[in-house]
Nanobody
């Protein structure tokens, strides 16, 4: 059983930065891949990035015109049971509720593949 709690969201001006954190409970957290998703009002939840259990592999969504990979960085500190999402050069279209999720699959990229979810943290980017 893994419980996830996100933090670090807030209101930021366009061009600014935020670092989201996903803190997990459970002694086996290092056995789980952790992903970040986001959901804007009226839209489906969409994949942003995932990191493998050991942190050696990452994958970012590649469907955006403006590359998330160029602006966002996912990382983890298993000693602290925490995964981070560093977001730089934020844009208004990044406004959404951001969720972290965990699963034992290697690098899951769809919501249905994840077993555990956090409650989400709001990110609002003002233009």
């Amino acid at each position: 059983q893994v419980q996830l709690v996100e933090s670090g969201g807030g209101l930021v001006q366009a061009g600014g930065s935020l670092r989201l954190a996903c803190a997990a409970s459970g002694r086996t957290f290092s056995s789980y891949a952790v992903g970040w998703f986001r959901q804007a009002p009226g839209k489906e939840r969409e994949f942003v990035a995932v990191i493998s259990w050991g942190g050696s592999s990452t994958y970012y969504v590649d469907s955006y015109v403006d590359s998330v990979k160029a602006r966002f960085t996912i990382s983890r500190d298993n000693a602290k049971n925490t995964v981070y999402l560093q977001m730089n050069n934020l844009k208004s279209e990044d406004t959404a509720v951001y969720y972290c999720a965990a699963d034992r699959r290697p690098l899951p990229r769809t919501p249905d593949e994840y077993m555990y979810w956090g409650q989400g943290t709001q990110v609002t980017v003002s233009s």
